[in-house]
């Protein structure tokens, strides 16, 4: 059976997962940050990261969450197809998994385009669904919503 390894965290309330080959690492954002004043909240800034300058994606302004923990993780990701490296403000990591592809279901027409699928309950996520994304859907939806503030 195939299986897919996962990265489980948190914004806000709710739990998202991204594929763990589209995470290469994962920093703490305290002092690493530096600030920018555009994008209406959604950019929430530029950091070095091995030499390059990468924007970090505010996920709670992005997708309309409430977070009062201000995003104080960074995951760092990046896909082959991708030319650069972008972070990803979040709240929490909660935990790695290994799936099995049957137990994800796929989105549906109504779910937003950066939604790949949905997985039901996992170890730590006490009952809630956890929403599986697609990176680059996502980071397409990100920037068109940054070029519209």
Do not use: W
Not at 1 to 11: C, S, T
Not at 66 to 71: C, E, F, M, R, V
Not at 113 to 137: A, H, M, Q
Request: glycine letters at 10%; charged letters at 25%; aromatic letters at 6%.
């Amino acid at each position: 059976m195939e299986r897919l390894k996962i990265l489980i965290f948190r914004i806000g309330d709710r739990h998202f997962a991204l594929p763990s080959k589209s995470v290469k690492e994962i920093l703490d954002s305290s002092g690493s940050l530096k600030p920018v004043f555009y994008g209406g909240g959604a950019l929430k800034g530029m950091m070095n990261f091995g030499g390059e300058v990468v924007s970090v994606l505010n996920a709670s302004v992005i997708l309309d969450i409430t977070d009062n923990a201000g995003g104080p993780m960074i995951l760092v990701c990046k896909e082959r197809e991708m030319e650069k490296v972008v972070g990803i403000a979040i709240s929490e990591v909660r935990e790695m998994q290994l799936l099995q592809i049957s137990g994800i279901n796929q989105s549906v027409e109504t779910d937003p385009p950066y939604v790949s699928g949905l997985i039901g309950e996992t170890d730590e996520n006490s009952g809630k669904v956890v929403t599986l994304l697609d990176l680059n859907r996502f980071l397409d939806f990100a920037f068109t919503k940054i070029d519209r503030l």
